[in-house]
């Protein structure tokens, strides 16, 4: 598993790129390793806690921004209702779109209760298109963020991030198992736009592909 990169730090906000196959903090009943974990024994003599602004799927791989001071959580959290930090990722779906951009905005169920459903928007460009064995390379902007929001929203538009075992039907997974060599989905937190919590500057960040995303790339085409 490739370590996580340090992006950004100064007093007030860590920046980093979490490899895929970790946690971003620890599950309720979950022992498994955490970024979190990995992260805050750094800060123990400094008497830092950090506290997670963004959180990540485990087999998702990308940006994720914690505060490291009271002051700088709370304002972030006060600044998110009014300036949202937009997200943009990158990921693999199965097949190919018809429409090559355009704007998702299908309610999704709370994580906290199913029977409500939130609003949710994630907006797509298709970068690249494998049409030997049918799968696209997109880019998802978000500022919403809900559970799974990039996941079930192809899904519901009938293309599954290619290898999620919990959203692409059997028959499908089975078919893609002979050509792609993985057993995860590819989804990548690229890029953050994000204003700083005690200077007010806007930040831009940017976290490399993965080794393993650029390789399924290459399988693909």
Do not use: W
């Not at 990540?56 to 209702?81: H, P, Y």
């Not at 989905?185 to 994000?194: G, T, V």
């Amino acid at each position: 598993m490739p370590n996580k990169t340090i992006i950004f730090e100064d007093k007030s906000v860590l920046v980093v790129s979490k490899p895929r196959g970790l946690l971003t903090v620890a599950a309720k009943g979950n022992k498994q390793k955490n970024l979190l974990d990995e992260l805050k024994g750094k800060y123990v003599e400094e008497r830092i806690r950090l506290r997670p602004v963004n959180r990540i799927d485990r087999d998702t791989s990308g940006l994720v921004i914690f505060a490291k001071t009271k002051e700088a959580f709370e304002n972030i959290m006060k600044k998110q209702r009014l300036d949202k930090i937009e997200k943009t990722y990158l990921a693999i779906v199965t097949g190919i779109l018809k429409k090559k951009e355009g704007d998702i905005k299908i309610p999704l169920p709370s994580r906290e209760n199913p029977k409500v459903k939130i609003p949710a928007k994630t907006q797509y460009t298709v970068l690249r298109e494998f049409r030997i064995v049918k799968a696209s390379l997109i880019e998802a902007r978000i500022t919403s963020g809900k559970f799974h929001q990039i996941r079930k929203h192809f899904r519901i538009l009938d293309h599954a991030l290619l290898m999620d075992r919990d959203y692409m039907e059997r028959g499908e997974y089975v078919k893609y198992q002979k050509i792609v060599p993985y057993r995860h989905f590819f989804l990548h937190s690229a890029e953050m736009d994000f204003t700083h919590p005690i200077t007010g500057k806007k930040m831009h960040f940017r976290a490399e592909l993965p080794e393993e995303f650029a390789e399924a790339l290459k399988i693909l085409k």
